[in-house]
Structure formats: structure tokens, C-alpha cells
């Protein structure tokens, strides 16, 4: 069965700080990774996706993700962190059946003035 | 265009009653799915729906069920509802068959209290 790990309940940054939120996955065949980001009392919205055509994926916001197969992982990042960008973060994983996507469970960015 | 719609938007119900969730697509798209999104958790798939066939189903028990209509919209529903049901239910749509390298579009959910 697929699954993704995110390391770190929470990160907390400074305004203009690089952002790296962690995730780690697994699966048995070549996966969909998303970053999906949600701000308070709304729903999630895509930020990426890595389907196999590149490694950087870059994303909306100025948030990029790297897959590294090796390592399994997919990192993402965001060069200098805004205000804006304090919400929760969720990596996830295709499922192999075809119609099922795996959420890790969150993490919430906080960035200090 | 409006996104996708769901309704409630909070529910507050007691244990053993049955509850109704409803979600509109975004127009065109053919394709639902719903979540449910415990407080600190990620989401947990529960159904995806494609041409009003189900096309996956989570790991959830049979108490929970969905349907599509001709229009896209769906329901889900839950019947004897437990305290551990409290959660926030997202739906969201997709424009294809709903295959998993598709973008997901939710809506804001329905938060729904068990007492």
C-alpha cells in the first residue's frame, strides 16, 4: 500500500526565511506526489505535482518540490517564506488502483514577523 | 465560475441519527470524490464517483454511503452516526475520470458535530 510521512507537525519560519517542509513516500511503482495547501476555514488547493516529467516541479506561490527517488522523497520548498503562506500542508500519494489519493497529516507553517 | 459547493456548512447532530451531506462540482467536471478530514489529520478518502458509478471506495464502514446524480452533484450519507463521525467532510471534483494524476478541486467542507 502507498503512504506518505510528513516530518514535523509544525514549522515555524521568519518572514523572508527559506521554508522546507518535509515528506517522505512509499509505493511500489513509479507514484503521483501533490502538495496540496490548506488555509483556514477553506478546502485544499493544489500547489503541485510530480508526474514523472520533471524532478523540480515548480508550483503556484513560489513554492518548488524536488523528487529524489532514491532518497523517497519529496521536499517542498519556497525561497523566502511570506505571511500569506502561514496555513497546513499536505503531501499526498496516487493510489495504484487509480482513483484513490493518500494524505499525510499536515503540516502547519507558521511565519514570524 | 462558482467552485465546488457544499452544503452545510455546519451540522450538529446526536448519536445514532442519520445525516445528509450534499456537493455540487464545478461545472463540466464529471467526477466526485469526498473525504473525511479529522481535526490534526489528513484526509481519509471515503468514495470517488465517475458517470454516477462508484469507482473507489476507503476504508470505512457501511454506514457510510454516496451517490451521484445525472448532474454531477452528490450525496453522501451516514447513518447511525457515532461521536468518532465528527469531522470536517470535504468533496472535490475533477474534470476527467477522476484517475489519480488528475488535479482535485475541493470545496470549503461541512464541518459536522456528533453530540
Known amino acids: 500500500a502507498q503512504s506518505v510521512t510528513q516530518l514535523g507537525s509544525h514549522v515555524s519560519v521568519s518572514e523572508g526565511a527559506l521554508v522546507l517542509l518535509r515528506c517522505n513516500y512509499s509505493?511500489?511503482?513509479?507514484?503521483?506526489l501533490f502538495w496540496y495547501v490548506q488555509y483556514p476555514n477553506q478546502g485544499l488547493q493544489l500547489l503541485l505535482k510530480?508526474?514523472?516529467?520533471?524532478?523540480l516541479v515548480k508550483g503556484i506561490n513560489g513554492f518548488e518540490a524536488e523528487f529524489k527517488k532514491s532518497e523517497t522523497s519529496f521536499h517542498l520548498t519556497k525561497p523566502s517564506a511570506h505571511m500569506s503562506d502561514a496555513a497546513e500542508y499536505f503531501c499526498?500519494?496516487?493510489?495504484?488502483?487509480?482513483?484513490?489519493?493518500?494524505f499525510g497529516a499536515g503540516t502547519r507553517l507558521f511565519v514570524k514577523a | 465560475d462558482a467552485g465546488v459547493t457544499q452544503s452545510p456548512t455546519h451540522l450538529i447532530k446526536t448519536r445514532g441519527q442519520h445525516v445528509t451531506l450534499r456537493c455540487s462540482p464545478i461545472?463540466?467536471?464529471?467526477?466526485v470524490s469526498w473525504y473525511q478530514q479529522v481535526l490534526g489529520q489528513g484526509p481519509q478518502f471515503i468514495f470517488q464517483?465517475?458517470?454516477?458509478?462508484?469507482?473507489g471506495r476507503g476504508n470505512f464502514p457501511d454506514r457510510f454511503s454516496a451517490r451521484q446524480f445525472p448532474n454531477y452533484s452528490s450525496e453522501l450519507n451516514v447513518n447511525a452516526l457515532l461521536l468518532g463521525d465528527s469531522a470536517l467532510y470535504l468533496c472535490?471534483?475533477?474534470?476527467?475520470?477522476?484517475?489519480?494524476?488528475?488535479?482535485?478541486?475541493f470545496g470549503s467542507g461541512t464541518q459536522l458535530s456528533v453530540l
Open positions: 499526498a500519494v496516487s493510489d495504484t488502483g487509480g482513483f484513490k489519493t493518500i
Open positions: 509505493s511500489s511503482v513509479p507514484p503521483y
Open positions: 510530480y508526474t514523472s516529467a520533471a524532478t
Open positions: 472535490a471534483s475533477s474534470l476527467g475520470q477522476g484517475t489519480t494524476n488528475e488535479k482535485l478541486f
Open positions: 464517483y465517475y458517470e454516477k458509478e462508484e469507482r
Open positions: 461545472s463540466g467536471h464529471k467526477s
